[in-house]
């Protein structure tokens, strides 16, 4: 069993993580669970990270650079060819080293190790306004060039003046949905199969966003009473946005209208039904490997050993102890040791992701320096 090597000046944590989280070093025989994880399916997705980086493409949400390490590790991951999850276990163990992420005096909530889950929508849709569909999915503004840096994010109307028509002359509709819950939770999730009516399927793909912050609505019901805790979830979530009504100076649409954030999309046409949507780094999502997180704090690729219990589709919590791979963030991923899950896409995975809520602990799985081919 390799030893974990000593952090390289480049490795080391930014002041921005140090503020936040320490390191501790740690070596695999001790993550819990380790030796019981499909390796094999882990190095499948990193790879497509590698891949991602060796083509030399911006990412779709730029975050931290990846450091010379990891780009030296996927010069050799673009060329191993593990066979089974014993093979390329020990090449992760090789090649990287463990570090649990730990809470620094004070932290914030999400910095102490916190989960939540997120997928791919599936509903039905129009390319024309009719009266089943009354809800746009808007483009990016046509004036607004598109950035995926954090720094030069421009500051658009907020959702409530986007639903008033701050943009009506800037932007044009995507694809209508039902109503206002449905467009929410496109933008909440990220991505989006629509249905149409002729059968057809228009992939939505994440395009840009107004520049404000998110506030979760499902905690404002929480904390307002006006659903219990034990019962939140997103079925009971959108259920009673529509109970509470969504047209003008309803209490639905005030919801609604509390996460100031709003996601312009685009339609995408090069994606299979059998395909994943697309990250922030600009790959394809994995079911159960793919999670999102800060990108201000970590660069996509870095794979996480996550040790928690999560429920299953029955509710019953069971662990959850597996490698996964940075590729994915979004505007309410912040903290140290905060995760976004990717379930998969449809109803099945929503119902699993909208019920993630759970604390657990963080492992980051930081390259080794100076080891060369196996």
């Not at 808007?138 to 720094?151: F, K, N």
């Not at 840009?208 to 912050?213: A, D, E, I």
């Amino acid at each position: 069993m390799a030893a974990p090597a000593s952090l390289s000046a480049e490795n080391l944590p930014s002041p921005e993580l140090a503020a936040r989280a320490r390191l501790h070093e740690m070596t695999f025989d001790k993550l819990p669970g380790f030796a019981g994880d499909d390796h094999l399916a882990a190095w499948t997705t990193l790879r497509k990270s590698c891949e991602r980086l060796s083509e030399a493409a911006p990412s779709i949400r730029i975050g931290q650079a990846p450091t010379s390490a990891f780009q030296a590790f996927c010069a050799v991951a673009l060329t191993a060819k593990p066979t089974d999850a014993r093979s390329a276990r020990a090449l992760i163990e090789r090649y990287f080293a463990p570090w649990r992420i730990e809470p620094i005096a004070g932290a914030d909530p999400y910095d102490r190790g916190f989960l939540t889950g997120y997928y791919e929508p599936e509903v039905a849709g129009s390319l024309e306004r009719s009266e089943a569909f009354q809800e746009p999915i808007l483009s990016l503004p046509d004036d607004i060039a598109y950035t995926s840096s954090i720094a030069s994010q421009p500051v658009l109307p907020t959702r409530e003046e986007i639903d008033k028509g701050a943009l009506a002359q800037r932007t044009r509709p995507v694809v209508w949905v039902r109503d206002g819950i449905e467009a929410f939770m496109i933008h909440v999730q990220g991505s989006a199969r629509i249905r149409l009516p002729d059968g057809r399927l228009l992939r939505l793909a994440y395009a840009g966003r107004n520049g404000h912050p998110y506030t979760s609505i499902g905690k404002i019901l929480v904390d307002t009473g006006a659903i219990a805790a034990a019962d939140m979830s997103l079925a009971r979530l959108k259920q009673w946005v529509r109970d509470n009504g969504q047209s003008e100076g309803e209490a639905g649409r005030t919801l609604l209208r509390n996460n100031r954030s709003y996601v312009f999309y685009k339609a995408i046409d090069n994606l299979g039904e059998d395909q994943g949507p697309i990250g922030g780094e600009g790959v394809e999502l994995t079911p159960l490997r793919s999670i999102a997180v800060d990108r201000s704090l970590w660069h996509y690729g870095l794979p996480f050993w996550i040790d928690a219990d999560l429920p299953d589709a029955h509710g019953r919590s069971k662990p959850f102890r597996r490698l996964m791979i940075a590729q994915d963030t979004g505007t309410a991923i912040v903290g140290a040791a905060r995760a976004d899950i990717f379930y998969g896409t449809g109803d099945k995975a929503g119902a699993l992701a909208g019920d993630i809520r759970h604390t657990g602990d963080f492992y980051v799985l930081l390259p080794r320096t100076g080891v060369g081919a196996p």
